[in-house]
């Protein structure tokens, strides 16, 4: 079993940055490839961003691209967030997949931390 915890959410004016952080514990996480969700009441969980076991393979979705940035070390994982927009203003979730390269169901999932951008 992978337990994640998220931190680093809150509130923040727009133009303005995050660091958002996930620490995985449990089973090493060493080989997994990792990501993250946000969610808008109502609307449907989304992908954000997806890093593979190495962190040498990155992935974005197109409405964040060029503004956050996915990394890992360990047993950590980031999400860098600049340009903070108010449509950003979501719960944000950690993901883990036991396996090196990304699947678009994560199999552990964090218990989220909400993210408000303020316009």
């Known amino acids: 079993q992978v337990l994640l915890v998220e931190s680093g959410g809150g509130l923040v004016q727009a133009g303005g940055s995050l660091r958002l952080s996930c620490t995985a514990s449990?089973?090493?996480?060493?080989?997994?490839?990792m990501g993250w969700f946000r969610q808008i009441p109502g609307k449907e969980r989304e992908f954000v961003a997806s890093?593979?076991?190495?962190?040498?393979i990155t992935r974005y979705a197109d409405s964040v691209k060029g503004r956050f940035t996915i990394s890992r070390d360990n047993a950590m994982v980031y999400l860098q967030m600049n340009s903070l927009k108010p449509e950003d203003t979501a719960v944000y979730y950690c993901?883990?997949?036991?396996?090196?390269?990304?699947?678009?169901?994560?199999?552990?999932w964090g218990q989220g931390t909400q993210v408000t951008v303020s316009s």
């Open positions: 993901a883990a997949n036991p396996s090196m390269i990304w699947r678009p169901t994560p199999d552990y």
């Open positions: 449990g089973r090493t996480v060493s080989g997994y490839a």
């Open positions: 890093i593979n076991w190495s962190g040498g």
